[in-house]
């Protein structure tokens, strides 16, 4: 029979101790204050009005959110491209926001044909418009355009 062995006692520095007390002590403090904000009758007035629903994630299923953390990726990859170190005005961050939009809701949902004759791809944008934002001008466009 293998003896149990003894649990050696876990010391703890004080300074790592004051240190994580003073970041709980604070963190504590957000939260009461960030509860006191959300538990504000104005505030939940507000949600109401405005049909807020908050929905979390569950803990341990963070895979439940990874379709639309592939969305933000994609639009904070985009921007990260676009902008660079760069600043700009409010007029160029609502276009360039709204270009990206149209190419996040311009990607297909559905398979892509080879064929012309096939049906275009479902895509966001469809759902949204009931059109593709992003797209080429139809061949008969063309033609009527030329003659």
Same mark, same amino acid.
């Given at each position: 029979?293998?003896?149990?062995?003894?649990r050696?006692?876990e @010391?703890?520095?004080?300074?790592?101790?004051?240190?994580?007390?003073?970041?709980? @002590?604070?963190?504590?403090?957000?939260l009461?204050?960030l509860?006191?904000v959300?538990?504000?009758?104005?505030?939940?007035?507000f949600?109401a009005?405005h049909k807020?629903?908050?929905?979390?994630i569950?803990?341990?299923a963070a895979?439940?959110?990874?379709?639309?953390e592939?969305l933000?990726?994609?639009v904070?990859?985009?921007?990260?491209k676009?902008?660079?170190?760069?600043?700009?005005?409010r007029?160029?961050?609502?276009?360039?926001?709204?270009?990206?939009?149209?190419?996040?809701?311009?990607?297909?949902?559905t398979n892509i044909f080879?064929d012309?004759?096939?049906?275009e791809?479902?895509?966001?944008?469809h759902?949204?418009?009931?059109?593709?934002?992003?797209?080429?001008p139809s061949?008969?466009l063309? @033609?009527?355009?030329?003659?």
């Amino acid at each position: 029979m293998n003896p149990i062995p003894e649990r050696k006692p876990e @010391i703890i520095r004080m300074k790592d101790l004051i240190i994580n007390t003073v970041n709980l @002590i604070k963190s504590e403090l957000e939260l009461k204050n960030l509860w006191k904000v959300i538990s504000d009758p104005a505030v939940k007035a507000f949600y109401a009005s405005h049909k807020i629903l908050w929905k979390f994630i569950v803990e341990r299923a963070a895979w439940w959110g990874g379709f639309y953390e592939r969305l933000i990726r994609t639009v904070k990859l985009a921007l990260q491209k676009a902008v660079g170190k760069t600043t700009l005005s409010r007029d160029e961050l609502e276009t360039l926001l709204i270009e990206i939009e149209g190419v996040v809701n311009s990607r297909p949902l559905t398979n892509i044909f080879a064929d012309l004759n096939e049906p275009e791809p479902l895509t966001p944008s469809h759902m949204i418009l009931g059109r593709r934002v992003n797209s080429l001008p139809s061949a008969r466009l063309n @033609i009527l355009i030329l003659t």
